[in-house]
């Protein structure tokens, strides 16, 4: 099935706002073994508007138009949808209640222009959107299903989800279920990755699993897309294949689907009533920012030191018998994570501290990261170099010390090499 | 003048990649006058790029390709190019040149497919890149005059803005000097500065000031585009309406074109030779990691201290008067930032305390800020009352602390209502 995105809005058109609608709608249906083979982006204007839809119409099997739907004068999508489809626009006076309901829980009367969202072309299809004023619909434009949908993200995604890509897989014919499984990594990088799981899709010998990636630095997002007669096919399907992706990927991958690394972190520590000191240098707090404000992470998170001074961190943690003048090691590591475990009375102690290169930002500039957790009866530590200038420092180091703790945490080496780093 | 992009590749069309691309090239030609009326994307494939190089030549004077000039197998903008004028690919043997030698600079042998990336059509003219190995070239495909970039966006915003820019406005024969003028503001929302500023632009009486603006919560950026003879005309014009618009938005203003919050504050402590500590509870470190990897922050920031438990509070700044059972209040914030920049040794010290509401989150959910500056002499505190959840809250907090540090800074009154915050 050729399907089509059509992104209306002068917004979104001029540069305003990046258009994160696209790449989520694209993704999405890719997660579910459908392909976007075209994307058209045009502003607020009718002209546009109707020759993009009678091209798209000519070429597309389905078409997904977002944005538009609005209350105000340039929001033209279901005018031109009409128009288009060379039908009147009719009232949907079930919408309209809902809308007049919808303003009347808050209190507030609608107002007069918001009846435009209960317009729809006459032989639409209406498509519900259960957070917001904007209705979605579905028409014949030509030989294409034409699917609009809202502007506002939480709305779009949700209408997608629930009820675009069902009637999409509908018409694909398939009459399959697809489930998406998701790994999360560190350490390795995408055609490392890559190579190791080689051959994992033939596991299953009629094709029906997939293999992908999405690479966002420092992690890595290993996907399977697998099909099947139905869940439990899938399941049955999915099992010898994503065992193979746990053992071979191992310690490093981080979590899987929802997880992230920071409420992994968390989970391991609320289960054993646990609770964290972290001391940074160069990170600068970015650590503390990943944890903090996770719901629950107030009873753990008990204090996180932040500077790149080094007498001030000897200070901070009340470990006055190294002097400032003392170079960064393993030792220091240790040293630090131990005193700002006893000095916040936390049960476990993080220390991310970075010796940064000189000098103006380059794309060799490294970084020395020294790495110590600190537990009542034990401190380990791990030291790593980061090449890639100032912001890939950052961003890595703080990767690499939450990730060593998670491995801390479930019991795994810490020390095991990564393709980020130099030796 | 009529200017379409067209943005190519799998990564782009597949959702893997959000397209940043198009938006900055979008509001770089928004900010010299001129407009972008379509976008396309299409992946690697050699029917669509066809198909889209020939639609996008019926329909524009103009059109910037970005993407496909790389030395994979993939990479089909010269030869579809070539394919779509009717013309052969020939080699262009000075940037060849240029590529063996950017290989040897870095003790490498140029791959044999790299050569393919100095295969240009014959009628193409060349364009630099002095970053990377793809080059551009621009050429007339029927009515419409093709400008081809390269995908990487450091490399495609060099080209844009020294090369593609330039050629365009000589075409849209505006024989005139376009300059962008921009102010950074906080704590007025985008509908209250434009009422703020209505007439700002009748004060040039020929319509050569352009106002516009772009929201990204919780900053706003107000812009001024102003076209003239040449730039003195250009500053002549200006000069009166940015006078307006600084004295319209006054101590809102937090900085101008290049300028950052944070950049401003670091500039502030570094010229009267001043330092830092700084306090967060449920921001969690995001004020110290806006401020710390700055460089010469490392000379500033002496401290910064994260936590959300008040007797872990009291305890990291050495403040043992109060009770961890007392409720935050002003007299607390202030306190909290007096002993944490004595502890410290600052000159001066930042505490940014919130009361989050119980709960899940919610669009209503609020935070109260009990924020306060502290130096030698002098300590000043403010109370906010901030809604809309918890990231709102938390970003919104963040913002409010920095911008009422610059404000104390600035000598401005640090307690001015903005739009953001309930009373």
Not at 158 to 187: D, N, V, W
Not at 291 to 316: C, F, M, N, S
Not at 362 to 389: C, F, H, K, N
Request: charged fraction near 25%; proline fraction near 4%.
């Amino acid at each position: 099935m050729r399907i089509e995105i059509l992104c209306t809005g002068d917004e979104v058109l001029t540069g305003k706002i990046v258009n994160s609608n696209f790449s989520y709608m694209s993704q999405k249906l890719e997660d579910v073994g459908l392909s976007v083979v075209w994307g058209t982006t045009v502003g607020d204007d009718r002209e546009s508007l109707l020759t993009a839809f009678r091209l798209a119409s000519e070429r597309a099997d389905a078409v997904i138009v977002n944005g538009g739907l609005g209350p105000t004068v340039d929001d033209l999508s279901q005018e031109i949808a009409a128009q288009a489809a060379g039908v009147p626009l009719v009232l949907h006076e079930e919408w309209l209640a809902r809308m007049e309901d919808f303003f009347a829980r808050r209190s507030r009367v609608m107002p007069p222009n918001n009846r435009k969202q209960a317009m729809l072309p006459e032989t639409a299809e209406f498509i519900d959107n259960p957070i917001g004023t904007a209705c979605g619909f579905s028409l014949d434009i030509g030989k294409a299903r034409f699917f609009f949908t809202p502007g506002v993200p939480r709305e779009l995604r949700r209408m997608l989800e629930e009820q675009i890509i069902p009637r999409l897989l509908a018409r694909a014919g398939t009459q399959t279920a697809i489930h998406l499984k998701r790994f999360h990594s560190y350490g390795l990088g995408e055609s490392h990755v890559d190579s190791l799981l080689a051959g994992v899709e033939d596991l299953v010998a009629d094709g029906s699993v997939k293999l992908g990636f999405r690479a966002h630095y420092p992690q890595l997002e290993t996907k399977l897309t697998v099909r099947g007669a139905d869940m439990d096919d899938v399941q049955r399907k999915l099992a010898p294949v994503q065992a193979e992706v746990r053992k071979r990927l191992g310690n490093f991958i981080l979590g899987e689907d929802e997880q992230t690394l920071e409420g992994v972190v968390l989970s391991e520590l609320t289960a054993r009533e646990g609770s964290l000191a972290l001391v940074e240098t160069f990170t600068s707090g970015l650590i503390a920012a990943r944890l903090g404000p996770l719901p629950g992470a107030e009873k753990v998170l008990r204090r996180a030191i932040v500077t790149r001074d080094r007498h001030q961190l000897y200070d901070a943690v009340g470990l006055y018998q190294i002097p400032s003048t003392q170079e960064l090691s393993l030792e220091v590591a240790e040293a630090v994570a131990n005193a700002a475990r006893i000095k916040s009375g936390a049960t476990h102690a993080l220390a991310v501290l970075i010796d940064l290169d000189e000098g103006a930002d380059r794309i060799d500039l490294a970084g020395t990261v020294w790495l110590a957790i600190a537990t009542e009866g034990e401190t380990v530590s791990r030291r790593s170099r980061i090449v890639g200038g100032r912001e890939w420092v950052r961003l890595g180091a703080a990767e690499l010390g939450l990730d060593c703790f998670r491995r801390y945490l479930q019991g795994l080496p810490v020390v095991e090499r990564i393709d980020f780093e130099k030796v």
